[in-house]
């Protein structure tokens, strides 16, 4: 968790003013929290705290989606009172996250050579 907030954090060349709550949940326990969302999720950010799916191993997967999620958190404060666009937020969420998966962000060879 503390490798996520120091790599987000430098990404945002910004803190948070606060610590944030991390709750982790089984896989059926989430699958009854997150019933109502009207899609598949493996985190959420509420604007207070991170909730994850816990599974049974810390692996890539779950990392990832913790990296995910602090984004969020990160950009709620960081744009606060500002209103950013669903799609925007999502888009910087989801590069966070395919930078920790590629350990850090690689512009394909195709795009670089053009």
Do not use: C
């Amino acid at each position: 968790m503390d490798s996520a907030y120091n790599i987000i954090s430098q990404d945002f060349q910004f803190k948070l003013a606060f610590k944030v709550p991390l709750i982790l949940y089984s896989g059926i326990g989430y699958k009854d929290l997150t019933k109502d969302f009207g899609f598949r999720s493996a985190g959420y950010f509420d604007g207070y705290r991170v909730q994850l799916e816990a599974g049974t191993a810390l692996n890539t997967d779950f990392k990832a989606t913790l990296f995910h999620e602090f984004t969020h958190v990160f950009s709620a404060s960081f744009f606060s009172g500002i209103k950013i666009p669903i799609w925007f937020e999502e888009g910087i969420a989801e590069w966070s996250e395919l930078k920790f998966k590629n350990n850090g962000f690689k512009i394909p060879e195709e795009i670089k050579n053009r």
